[in-house]
């Protein structure tokens, strides 16, 4: 009996929408910020220029171009399907570091208020800069990290209020 092969829709630019079979595609590292693509056949070389692991979105250049890349898989496609996704509010009281690394940057003081997708840090994973955003709006409780120093996978790195 044949596996069901999982189901990626990829956005690009928020305009080009397509699926793509997950054994169509092949994303390999080809150094810390740069990635071999075989897509349906086709080759590319990709340059990751930032990551938000939450909403999984991404901005590659390839072939010289900007592209900003969302994806979704089987999960989200089917809380799209059923409507949830609108109305879901999710008030996000922690944010934590999605894998190891070293904070770069704090773009954000405690008291400041901020709307979704607001850039909040920027965490260095694996020599790639990662821009860590604000899942929703709200105000900056506390600050639990310093830049220059290292972080956990699932540390908090500030608290919103």
């Given at each position: ?90 008030k ?31 965490l ?37 209020d």
């Open positions: 009996m044949a596996q069901a092969h999982e189901i990626y829709r990829i956005t690009v630019n928020g305009q080009q929408n397509f699926e793509v079979d997950g054994d169509s595609l092949d994303f390999l590292p080809s150094g810390p910020d740069t990635f071999h693509v075989l897509l349906n056949g086709k080759r590319f070389n990709a340059k990751l220029l930032q990551a938000d692991y939450h909403t999984k979105s991404f901005e590659f250049v390839i072939n010289g171009g900007v592209y900003q890349v969302v994806l979704a898989d089987a999960y989200d496609q089917l809380v799209d399907r059923l409507g949830l996704a609108k109305h879901t509010i999710t996000i009281k922690e944010i934590k570091a999605p894998m190891p690394g070293l904070v770069l940057e704090i773009s954000v003081k405690e008291g400041d208020t901020v709307e979704k997708g607001q850039s909040l840090l920027i260095e994973a694996m020599k790639m800069e990662n821009v860590l955003k604000s899942p929703g709006d709200g105000v900056v409780k506390r600050i639990f990290v310093d830049k220059g120093r290292p972080v956990d996978k699932n540390q908090i790195l500030l608290e919103m």
